[in-house]
């Protein structure tokens, strides 16, 4: 298994408040993501990083900021938490090769009341 | 833009029969790969197949098989001798690979497919 931990696993948290979710591997892996998961729209990708400090959008941004420091930690904040933020949040790694595979952390469920 | 669709929220099999999970896509890219993944009912996204656009043959990995037509853009999964454990939601994913042979890795996702495997 790809060394991918998410931290929380699970938050519950009041509209207004701000919120960070953490994403640490230990594959020194260039490339990270990102995603959200919500019943019938599958995961879609929220910000990807292609190394340190080198980050950009993807397809449901609004609303969020990533930072990465270090190549072992991606970080996503919600600057203010909405209830449409509720989701299933997933990290993943990998894939940048033509058949490299994107390896997923355990997911962190987000409650936002 | 791209995009995946699964049109079969839900599929049933009975144990030890084959099933086939269908997958469509949409891109203009000549290069791309094509994934799925499965995610049981504990939460985690376990990586199943991988096609590439221009590989010849129909990627395998044990019992799952995947049915690549470039032509009609379709890339179903064949699950063989089903299991109980393979109850989850399935899902197809593609990842768009430039010219260069690389990418930014990021996949788009279909909306699923739960199947069930009955006794």
Not at chain 2, 20 to 32: E, F, K, P, R, V
Request: some cysteine; proline content about 3%.
């Amino acid at each position: 298994d790809a060394g991918i931990t998410q931290s929380p696993r699970h938050k519950v948290t009041e509209t207004g408040t701000p919120v960070t979710l953490r994403c640490h591997q230990t594959e020194n892996h260039r490339y990270m993501y990102w995603y959200r998961q919500d019943p019938g729209h599958g995961l879609r990708l929220i910000h990807y990083s292609y190394g340190v400090k080198d980050t950009d959008k993807g397809e449901v941004s609004d609303g969020y900021s990533v930072s990465r420091s270090k190549t072992e930690d991606f970080l996503l904040t919600l600057e203010s938490a909405t209830s449409s933020q509720t989701s299933v949040y997933f990290c993943a790694i990998g894939g940048s090769g033509r058949s490299e595979t994107q390896y997923f952390g355990p997911g962190t469920r987000l409650l936002v009341l | 833009a791209q995009k995946i669709t699964q049109t079969q929220p839900g599929m049933f099999v009975q144990e030890k029969e084959a099933v086939t999970l269908d997958c469509t896509y949409d891109t203009s890219d000549q290069s791309y790969g094509l994934f799925w993944y499965k995610q049981p009912s504990s939460g985690e996204m376990i990586f199943l197949i991988y096609q590439g656009s221009y590989d010849e043959q129909n990627a395998t990995e044990g019992r799952y098989s995947l049915n690549f037509q470039k032509a009609r853009k379709s890339a179903n999964l064949v699950i063989s001798a089903s299991q109980l454990g393979d109850s989850a939601m399935y899902f197809c994913a593609m990842r768009e690979v430039n010219a260069g042979g690389t990418s930014y890795g990021k996949l788009t996702f279909g909306q699923g497919t739960i199947l069930t495997v009955h006794p």
